[in-house]
């Protein structure tokens, strides 16, 4: 009988120590190879930690003590005997050599056969996504515990602060997933496990054997009804039926979106029931001096976002220079070609265009502004990638259009109607969100007249755009109206200089105020 040291794994770089957050398991259970026995949290993450052995768990570290890296977190006293005793639960004590039979009996039970077929466990691990992504969200599951999958097949969604993207499996086997949908996981850890199996006949057994009652039991629990562990406890604790809620993940499973959207349908969903009780949660609302309140937990997306632009404010010295644009000449040149504009190019001719081609120009000028600080060197970009930033369900995302200074208008606009609709669907890929050199925002789009728009990191600056408004300004001497955007740059000035900064919105408004000069390039 051997006994198995289970220490604080390296959760990433920088990471020194962890809190235990919940056991999932006691003091003296049996616990599975790669079963989940603990979370962990760090100040980047929250983790899940696998036993590395089946056996007795005897813990050592309590919920809310903090270790170091490297500190033992429990042991665990694996037998030689102990191993049969793993599928008794899952099939009635069944023989030996009766795992085959015992799989129908419980989608659980190709997962407790499948060391039988080679005996070897892939791990499959949260790949590297991206330069400055650290971790990634769990969004949603396509495969169940428990199932066979194939080389390539698409396990489950992955939510990074910048894109979402599909994990393939690695190999072909039966899967055990470790990570649950909500969590957040460092890249490099543990999200699932795979058994590999000599092939597909693994999961045959379970659909063409005798037993065919159990099947839709398994099948009913991931109906359309079904909600992710994140989603039922929302649900929970908001008092909603999974019933009454529409699922917008696989299979129509109910995703955390949908259960934090579901409180607005909840009242709704009460009077469709019985229809008396109707009057009642109307008059609620109107008592008078009612202090509600309500609780609702980070995103891990929305955490993720939060932390990097606390980030830039402290890694940066950045600082924003204002100036006002007059757009009567954008607007008259719009007017006059906008219909001939669409006729040809078959897309709109918006305010977006003038701006990215004023920026690229502006850029050639000013360089220092297309520059970001790499270590102790200053990278210089002989191309302008454009981040355009759009507001979608998920949060501000921020994609990319590439080598802008080469493209025209029309395609421009294309270039921004396509990321626009990818972004809102979801569908935005990581070579869509990456790689940026500088990044222009409209928060006028939404009303705002002025801000200090974040930068975008490890981009040097920002320009922000805002609401176009009628003022009386002084034009050859006289007091005239014209529609005025205020513009705003925010640049790091541990690399742009003040005049530099000046110099570079003075030229974008030059170009914007005279667009002819965009045309012939002066």
Same mark, same amino acid.
């Given at each position: 009988?051997?006994?198995?040291?289970?220490?604080?794994?390296?959760?990433?770089?920088?990471?020194?120590?962890?809190?235990?957050?919940?056991?999932?398991?006691?003091?003296?259970?049996?616990?599975?190879?790669?079963?989940?026995?603990?979370?962990? @949290?760090?100040?980047?993450?929250?983790?899940?930690?696998?036993?590395?052995?089946?056996?007795?768990?005897?813990?050592?570290?309590?919920?809310?003590?903090?270790?170091?890296?490297?500190?033992?977190?429990?042991?665990?006293?694996?037998?030689?005997?102990?191993?049969?005793?793993?599928?008794?639960?899952?099939?009635?004590?069944?023989?030996?050599?009766?795992?085959?039979?015992?799989?129908?009996?419980?989608?659980?039970?190709?997962?407790?056969?499948?060391?039988?077929?080679?005996?070897?466990?892939?791990?499959?691990?949260?790949?590297?996504?991206?330069?400055?992504?650290?971790?990634?969200?769990?969004?949603?599951?396509?495969?169940?515990?428990?199932?066979?999958?194939?080389?390539?097949?698409?396990?489950?969604?992955?939510?990074?602060?910048?894109?979402?993207?599909?994990?393939?499996?690695?190999?072909?086997?039966?899967?055990?997933?470790?990570?649950?949908?909500?969590?957040?996981?460092?890249?490099?850890?543990?999200?699932?496990?795979?058994?590999?199996?000599?092939?597909?006949?693994?999961?045959?057994?379970?659909?063409?054997?005798?037993?065919?009652?159990?099947?839709?039991?398994?099948?009913?629990?991931?109906?359309?009804?079904?909600?992710?562990?994140?989603?039922?406890?929302?649900?929970?604790?908001?008092?909603?039926?999974?019933?009454?809620?529409?699922?917008?993940?696989?299979?129509?499973?109910?995703?955390?979106?949908?259960?934090?959207?579901?409180?607005?349908?909840?009242?709704?969903?009460?009077?469709?029931?019985?229809?008396?009780?109707?009057?009642?949660?109307?008059?609620?609302?109107?008592?008078?001096?009612?202090?509600?309140?309500?609780?609702?937990?980070?995103?891990?997306?929305?955490?993720?976002?939060?932390?990097?632009?606390?980030?830039?404010?402290?890694?940066?010295?950045?600082?924003?220079?204002?100036?006002?644009?007059?757009?009567?000449?954008?607007?008259?040149?719009?007017?006059?070609?906008?219909?001939?504009?669409?006729?040809?190019?078959?897309?709109?001719?918006?305010?977006?265009?003038?701006?990215?081609?004023?920026?690229?120009?502006?850029?050639?000028?000013?360089?220092?502004?297309?520059?970001?600080? @790499?270590?102790?060197?200053?990278?210089?970009?002989?191309?302008?990638?454009?981040?355009?930033?759009?507001?979608?369900?998920?949060?501000?995302?921020?994609?990319?259009?590439?080598?802008?200074?080469?493209?025209?208008?029309?395609?421009?606009?294309?270039?921004?109607?396509?990321?626009?609709?990818?972004?809102?669907?979801?569908?935005?890929?990581?070579?869509?969100?990456?790689?940026?050199?500088?990044?222009?925002?409209?928060?006028?789009?939404?009303?705002?007249?002025?801000?200090?728009?974040?930068?975008?990191?490890?981009?040097?600056?920002?320009?922000?755009?805002?609401?176009?408004?009628?003022?009386?300004?002084?034009?050859?001497?006289?007091?005239?109206?014209?529609?005025?955007?205020?513009?705003?740059?925010?640049? @790091?000035?541990?690399?742009?200089?003040?005049?530099?900064?000046?110099?570079?919105?003075?030229?974008?408004?030059?170009?914007?105020?005279?667009?002819?000069?965009?045309?012939? @390039?002066?």
């Amino acid at each position: 009988m051997a006994e198995i040291e289970i220490k604080v794994p390296p959760v990433g770089e920088s990471i020194t120590e962890v809190t235990i957050g919940n056991w999932f398991k006691n003091d003296g259970d049996f616990v599975k190879m790669d079963e989940v026995i603990c979370g962990l @949290d760090s100040d980047k993450a929250t983790f899940e930690l696998t036993a590395e052995a089946e056996g007795i768990l005897h813990i050592k570290a309590q919920e809310g003590d903090t270790l170091n890296i490297g500190d033992l977190i429990a042991t665990i006293e694996a037998a030689n005997g102990v191993a049969p005793k793993e599928t008794a639960p899952k099939a009635e004590a069944a023989a030996p050599a009766a795992p085959v039979a015992a799989e129908p009996v419980k989608a659980e039970a190709p997962a407790a056969a499948a060391p039988a077929a080679t005996g070897q466990v892939y791990e499959m691990k949260v790949p590297a996504v991206g330069e400055s992504i650290s971790e990634v969200t769990i969004a949603s599951w396509s495969k169940k515990d428990g199932d066979y999958v194939a080389v390539d097949e698409i396990l489950c969604e992955l939510e990074s602060d910048k894109a979402t993207f599909e994990l393939p499996a690695e190999a072909a086997g039966i899967l055990t997933i470790v990570g649950k949908e909500g969590d957040t996981l460092a890249i490099g850890a543990v999200i699932c496990t795979i058994a590999v199996t000599t092939g597909a006949p693994v999961a045959a057994p379970a659909q063409t054997s005798a037993p065919a009652a159990p099947a839709p039991a398994a099948d009913k629990a991931y109906s359309e009804k079904h909600a992710s562990p994140v989603a039922a406890k929302i649900l929970a604790e908001k008092g909603i039926d999974p019933k009454d809620v529409n699922g917008s993940g696989s299979g129509g499973k109910i995703m955390k979106d949908d259960a934090l959207k579901a409180e607005k349908a909840a009242p709704s969903a009460a009077p469709a029931a019985a229809k008396p009780a109707a009057p009642a949660p109307a008059a609620a609302p109107a008592v008078a001096g009612a202090r509600a309140s309500r609780r609702e937990k980070m995103s891990s997306l929305r955490k993720t976002i939060a932390r990097r632009l606390v980030a830039v404010k402290n890694e940066t010295a950045m600082l924003t220079t204002f100036n006002e644009v007059d757009m009567k000449p954008v607007m008259d040149l719009r007017a006059k070609f906008k219909d001939k504009f669409k006729e040809k190019h078959e897309v709109g001719l918006g305010f977006m265009s003038f701006f990215v081609k004023a920026v690229t120009v502006a850029l050639k000028d000013f360089p220092v502004i297309n520059a970001q600080i @790499d270590g102790e060197e200053l990278v210089y970009n002989d191309f302008a990638d454009i981040s355009v930033a759009v507001s979608t369900p998920r949060g501000l995302v921020v994609p990319v259009i590439r080598n802008a200074e080469t493209l025209s208008f029309a395609a421009i606009e294309k270039e921004i109607v396509r990321l626009a609709v990818r972004a809102r669907d979801g569908k935005l890929g990581l070579d869509e969100m990456s790689g940026g050199t500088f990044t222009i925002t409209n928060g006028g789009t939404f009303g705002s007249m002025l801000s200090t728009p974040i930068i975008n990191a490890p981009q040097s600056a920002i320009l922000g755009m805002h609401n176009i408004v009628e003022r009386p300004v002084v034009v050859d001497g006289q007091i005239v109206v014209r529609p005025i955007m205020y513009v705003a740059l925010s640049y @790091d000035h541990r690399t742009i200089d003040g005049k530099d900064s000046v110099s570079f919105l003075v030229r974008v408004k030059q170009l914007l105020e005279d667009p002819m000069r965009l045309l012939l @390039d002066m």
